[in-house]
């Protein structure tokens, strides 16, 4: 299987046979810039190494980002390197949707709601422009897959939480637990953390549900054997609930929006998701998620930026 070092050295050897303009600067897409990083930027060695302190924060998508921003760095090195947040959308929440109830040191420490998909949700927006209704909510369905509820374009809810593990169930991710059960399984089923870690990460939602697929396509063609229906139903069910919060939360609903791998693609999911909500009046549509063009739209900005100083 090719490696994600791999991969940066064929796209390198590409770039260099067929660009015709000099490479201008080189864009990260970073899911967490934890409590310290909270606009995208260039990366610099501060910023690198504020990078790797906040690794405990999503310690399973900071190292392999890291790792390849080294590999990046080195290979195009006379160019800036860029970081693009995906928590960067969410720093509009309000303190109602980013708080959770727990001591306020905790908050300080940087434990709140962050939210992700956020290069995703800014995308969308910027493809709707003046469709954007002034209360919608958006749906990001794939493998990893989060709602977020806008006011005039702006973030004041999102599924996701302090981790991209919160929220509706995904492909292998629990999505939001009763914390009281992780501590049962920690005394009961003798789980550490790492333990409680690879269960809610890489053992759990549709895959866990089924009892063996974690591909929402598949999970579809055999909807009518064994427990497929049901990881369907708890999956569609889990997003139906979410916007009826989100409406409730916007004061009513103007549209929703379908986007992602799965919300793009299987109109059999949007049906079962939409299916009881048309009391909220919504139009609904789906708008393709197009996250690379927005990691070259915040470079840009923020190249031209650094050259007008």
Excluded: W
Aim: hydrophobic share 40%.
């Amino acid at each position: 299987m090719e490696s994600q070092h791999d991969a940066l050295k064929r796209v390198a050897d590409v770039l260099q046979q067929h660009l015709r303009e000099p490479l201008v600067a080189v864009g990260h897409r970073v899911v967490h810039g934890g409590p310290k990083l909270r606009t995208h930027c260039e990366i610099t060695p501060q910023v690198e190494q504020t990078l790797r302190d906040a690794v405990p924060f999503a310690p399973l998508h900071l190292p392999p980002s890291l790792a390849l921003i080294d590999e990046a760095r080195q290979i195009f090195h006379d160019v800036p390197h860029y970081a693009c947040f995906d928590t960067v959308f969410h720093t509009t929440l309000p303190d109602v949707a980013s708080r959770y109830a727990l001591p306020r040191e905790y908050a300080e420490r940087g434990v709140m709601r962050y939210g992700f998909h956020g290069l995703s949700y800014e995308s969308i927006v910027k493809a709707l422009g003046s469709e954007l209704a002034p209360r919608t909510v958006i749906a990001h369905l794939g493998s990893g897959a989060s709602l977020c509820a806008l006011k005039e374009g702006r973030s004041v809810d999102t599924s996701m939480g302090m981790t991209p593990t919160g929220g509706i169930p995904m492909a292998t991710r629990s999505g939001d637990l009763d914390p009281g059960m992780l501590i049962h399984l920690m005394r009961s089923a003798s789980l550490d953390a790492d333990g409680i870690e690879k269960l809610v990460n890489k053992q759990s939602g549709l895959k866990a549900l089924s009892d063996s697929d974690d591909d929402m396509q598949t999970l579809l063609s055999r909807r009518d054997q064994g427990d497929a229906a049901l990881a369907i139903d708890i999956f569609c069910a889990t997003i139906r609930k979410t916007i009826g919060a989100y409406a409730a939360a916007l004061g009513g609903l103007d549209l929703i929006v379908f986007s992602g791998g799965i919300g793009e693609h299987s109109e059999a999911i949007s049906a079962q998701v939409l299916d009881g909500l048309a009391f909220l009046g919504a139009v609904n549509r789906v708008v393709e998620t197009e996250e690379e063009r927005q990691i070259a739209r915040h470079c840009r900005t923020l190249s031209d930026a650094e050259s007008s100083r």
